[in-house]
């Protein structure tokens, strides 16, 4: 989610979790990260046209598409990809700042 190792570490700070230890944080990290992508992916199919969002799901049932090739398909298919992940990354830290810097 976040861009570099200082915008992790503030954001972290925000969270009032700068304490944890490196594996804690990492988790963490990793599961904002997954949030972003899931909303991103939610709206992206929500703007699909129908034949798009066939395509798309298409493509989802050849199990052989992780993870990569999914942001692969989806960068090179969603001219606005870097802007939704941009946005919706946006949108995770503030939720998370605004429900869980309240109880720090």
């Known amino acids: 989610m976040a861009k570099n ?4 570490k503030n954001l972290l700070s925000q969270l009032g979790l700068e304490n944890l230890n490196e594996e804690e944080k990492a ?4 599961k904002i990260g997954e949030l972003v992508q899931k909303r991103a992916i939610a709206r992206i199919l929500d703007e699909m ?3 798009e969002a066939k395509d798309f799901s298409s493509f989802l049932e ?3 598409n992780g ?4 942001e ?6 969603v001219s606005n990809f870097e802007e939704i992940i941009e946005e919706e990354a946006k949108s995770v830290r ?3 700042i605004s429900q869980l810097g309240d109880q720090i």
């Open 62 to 64: 050849d199990r052989k």
């Open 5 to 8: 190792k200082k915008e992790e």
């Open 67 to 70: 993870p990569g090739e999914i």
């Open 49 to 51: 046209s129908e034949e």
């Open 27 to 30: 988790e963490i990290l990793l």
């Open 94 to 96: 503030e939720d998370l």
């Open 72 to 77: 692969e398909y989806l960068r090179n298919n």
